[in-house]
C-alpha cells in the first residue's frame, strides 16, 4: 500500500495508473522517427499472438487508426522494443 497526501492506493493500482498517464502521453507524441507496426508485425516481432496484443492493447500503447470497422491498432516499433528488452 502506498500513502498519498489524498489517498492510499495498491502499488498495482499506483503502476497502473502510471501507465495509462504515459501511454496517453505517447499517443499524443507522433515519433516522427517511430515506425508504426500493424498488429501482426507488431506479435511476430514480440513473438506472441495478435490476439494477445489486442487483448494487451493498452500494455503497449497501442494507436487507433481510423474509425468504425477499417479501424486498425498500430504500434511504435520503438515502444515495442523497449518493451521486449524489459521482458
Known amino acids: ?26 499517443k499524443k507524441d507522433l515519433n516522427p522517427r517511430g515506425k ?3 498488429t501482426n508485425e507488431a506479435a511476430e516481432l514480440l513473438d506472441v499472438t495478435p490476439d494477445y496484443l489486442r487483448h494487451k492493447k493498452d500494455k503497449y500503447c497501442a ?5 468504425g470497422k477499417q479501424a486498425r491498432l498500430m504500434f511504435d516499433r520503438d515502444v515495442l522494443m523497449d518493451w521486449k528488452n524489459l521482458e
Open 63 to 67: 494507436v487507433k487508426r481510423g474509425k
Open 36 to 38: 508504426w507496426l500493424t
Open 1 to 26: 500500500m502506498m500513502q498519498f497526501s489524498d489517498m492510499n492506493v495498491t502499488y498495482k493500482q499506483f503502476l497502473n495508473d502510471v501507465s495509462r498517464a504515459v501511454c496517453k502521453m505517447l
